[in-house]
């Protein structure tokens, strides 16, 4: 049998309704391209892979036995692809008719890029602005801190979420939306898989950035269409603050050293700052209020100070 020309690698996590609804996407996308698909189950507790080997017996199914996070999960997924190019595709994702095939034909016409990624679109068929800039020391003091409430409309965010410019238009990108890249296999060689430290956010940001930096370019491609139902995973995950602050900031201690590090906990202790004030204001003297300050200093500990998760010690 011939390698496949596309690699579809697909991770879910206990979204067994949308990987469904993705897997019927790609098999009624009448592609040219020779194409295997690969789901990557991370311990499902809703069926999700039982429903992947009786409905979908044409996908290559991964079965972990935890959960591996977004990082090791697409890893091992790609670590089994054989195509030419490689497509990470989250479960929540269903890619309209042919989009997967322009991505991959833009990647063919274009050798000096390594990444070409789709316009999403809402489930209402609106559009999703989704592509961003790589984040600066300011973006860290910035986003989702006081000074983003006390400055609305600052420059920094608007210039880090690409409010510039119109996500109808195709155009070069530093970081487009990690929902749904199409690689290139050499340019993924070259730099590496995601970064596993990253276990579940930055990770695609800290791929692009590498692969930036090794020369190749990466495209938005506004004719693929992707509909995808945003957070249908993640926005479920229970420790999903806490990780996306350990993430961004090992994210910006691999990327700016110390001071990257020093800025990242100064903006997460004034975050914790706001929260211990709101706590005091929302609600009165009792256990529900002792049980919201141990969770923030937990979880403040954990992102400043490297603590284990309470779960695990």
């Known amino acids: 049998m011939s390698a496949p020309e596309l690699s579809v690698v697909v991770l879910s996590w206990n979204t067994s309704a949308w990987l ?4 019927e996407a790609l098999a009624a996308d009448g592609t040219r391209l020779r194409r295997e698909t690969i789901v990557v189950d991370n311990a499902s507790a809703d069926g999700s892979a039982e429903m992947v080997e009786r409905d979908f017996p044409w996908a290559r199914l991964v079965r972990n036995a935890r959960n591996e996070g977004y990082a090791r999960g697409n890893n091992l997924g790609l670590a089994r692809a054989r195509g030419a190019f490689l497509c990470t595709l989250n479960s929540d994702a ?20 390594g990444v070409a990624a789709p316009r999403l ?28 409430r006390m400055f609305p409309g600052n420059g920094v965010v608007a210039r880090y979420f690409m409010r510039d410019v119109d ?26 898989l995601f970064d596993e430290e990253l276990w579940l956010f930055f990770n695609d940001v800290d791929l692009c950035l590498r692969l930036r930096r090794a020369g190749w370019r990466i495209r938005y491609v506004a004719e693929a269409e992707v509909v995808h139902e945003k957070g249908a995973s993640t926005g479920r995950f229970p420790r999903f603050v806490v990780e996306w602050h350990k993430n961004r900031l ?22 914790g700052i706001e929260e211990f004030f709101k706590i005091r204001r929302l609600l009165p003297q009792g256990e ?26």
């Open 20 to 23: 469904r609804r993705c897997l």
């Open 288 to 313: 529900a209020r002792r049980s919201e300050m141990r969770r923030l200093r937990q979880a403040l500990g954990e992102v400043l100070l490297g603590r284990r998760p309470a779960e695990a010690r």
């Open 250 to 271: 090992a994210y910006y201690r691999k990327h700016y050293g110390p001071l990257g590090s020093f800025v990242v906990k100064l903006a997460v202790a004034a975050r």
């Open 167 to 192: 996500p109808n238009e195709s155009r070069d990108v530093d970081q487009p939306p990690g929902a749904c890249l199409v690689l290139r296999r050499e340019a993924l060689e070259g730099v590496g």
């Open 121 to 148: 679109l809402f489930p209402d068929g609106t559009v999703q602005p989704a592509c961003m800039r790589f984040p600066r020391l300011s973006t860290a003091l910035f986003f989702d801190t006081f000074l983003d």
């Open 94 to 113: 269903a890619p309209r008719p042919g989009a997967l095939d322009r991505l991959v034909g833009y990647l063919r016409a274009n050798p000096g890029y």
